[in-house]
């Protein structure tokens, strides 16, 4: 595969080089310049043990129907983002599927996920239900990144389901396998099966009142990608003292506050609109830092699991 950009190189470096002091130089400067470089709407992280990069920001389509599926995803494209993140729960993989070949974006700028929920009643079935989507997606293409949606199938689901991410991932059709909503005994069980391990992604609720450090831990130390839905709050705290006077210090909205927070958290947020100001306006988070102050005031908001508005991960049990 060829290594188009320089934190391509330094990612294959950081897995790949025969010598162990070069990895472990390579990761960690990596990781420090990955932190200190500014922003931009063009950011990416490596994925760990790939090539890949992923754009820092991306755009969820939950609740997103129909034409106006195709229509958020083009205004999308439009206004620069390039991340959309689906699942097969949310009945829209071909509408987002078309709004990218209607944009003209060309399909290797732009990152696709999507997600199994639960498996078919043996290894072929599950496998062919990945197959579907894929086709939805980017009809005898690919996709960038397919997770397990959520670890409730237990652990027999779960293993069908991700050998058989794994089989779609070998034959080039996922470019990337990772998992939603794990925890850490989720991700230690699947050592037992797994041939690709870590997952490249961990997808779970993150904002303010909902930081799952437990689980941010974990995965930053096993060099998991952090992705982070519900980045709004479904902007259930808009009327919030502390998050209103941090925008207004900062001339922005509470929305933009909270995406810029979770991207200098490290992580990937994914926000939803199906509103074209919003899209627009949710992506304009570059002109502007927090400052260390004011991510501890937002750090400060934390909830733990009460603070979840769909669901805080369980890290003890399996
Ligand atoms: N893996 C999982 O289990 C899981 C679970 C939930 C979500 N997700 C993913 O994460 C994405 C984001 O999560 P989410 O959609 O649940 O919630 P969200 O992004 O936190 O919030 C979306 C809601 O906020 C509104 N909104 C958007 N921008 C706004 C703004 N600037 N001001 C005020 N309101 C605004 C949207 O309304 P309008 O659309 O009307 O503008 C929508 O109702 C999903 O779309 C999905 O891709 C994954």
């Known amino acids: 595969m060829p290594l188009r950009s320089p934190s391509a190189v330094l990612n294959f470096l950081a897995y790949h080089s025969p010598s162990p002091f070069l990895r472990s130089a390579t990761r960690s400067f990596t990781r420090t310049t990955t932190m ?6 063009q950011s990416t992280l490596p994925l760990p043990n790939t090539t890949l990069t992923i754009p820092r920001l991306g755009f969820g389509v939950y609740q997103s129907h129909g034409p106006t599926c195709i229509q958020s995803c083009l205004t999308a494209l439009k206004a620069g983002y390039r991340h959309i993140d689906t699942a ?3 009945a829209n993989e071909s509408q987002v599927g078309d709004a990218v070949r209607q944009s003209g974006v060309a399909r290797s700028d732009v990152f696709l996920t999507s997600k199994i929920l639960s498996a078919g009643t043996d290894a072929e079935e599950t496998y062919q239900k990945i197959i579907e989507s894929v086709e939805k997606i980017d009809k005898g293409g690919y996709v960038d990144l397919f997770l397990i949606h959520s670890p409730s199938s237990g652990t027999a689901g779960r293993k069908l389901m991700w050998q058989a991410l794994e089989r779609a991932h070998t034959e080039g059709r996922l470019k990337a396998i990772g998992v939603s909503n794990f925890g850490a005994q989720h991700i230690e069980e699947m050592k037992s099966y797994a041939k690709v391990w870590p997952p490249h992604v961990n997808q779970i609720e993150l ?5 799952q450090k437990e689980a941010v831990a974990y995965c930053q130390k096993n060099g998991i990608v952090v992705e982070a839905y519900c980045p709004l709050v479904r902007n259930e705290k808009a009327e919030d003292k502390t998050l209103n006077a941090i925008a207004d210090k900062y001339g922005k909205g509470t929305g933009q506050v909270l995406v810029r927070w979770s991207l200098q958290r490290g992580w990937v947020p994914l926000p939803k609109s199906d509103t074209p100001s919003r899209i627009e306006g949710n992506k304009d988070l570059y002109d502007f830092e927090l400052s260390k102050e004011d991510m501890e005031k937002l750090d400060a908001l934390d909830q733990g699991a009460k603070g979840a508005i769909v669901q805080a991960v369980s890290n003890d049990s399996t």
């Open 88 to 90: 097969q729960y949310y």
């Open 207 to 211: 904002h303010p009142w909902c930081q």
């Open 36 to 41: 200190s470089s500014p922003l931009t709407l």
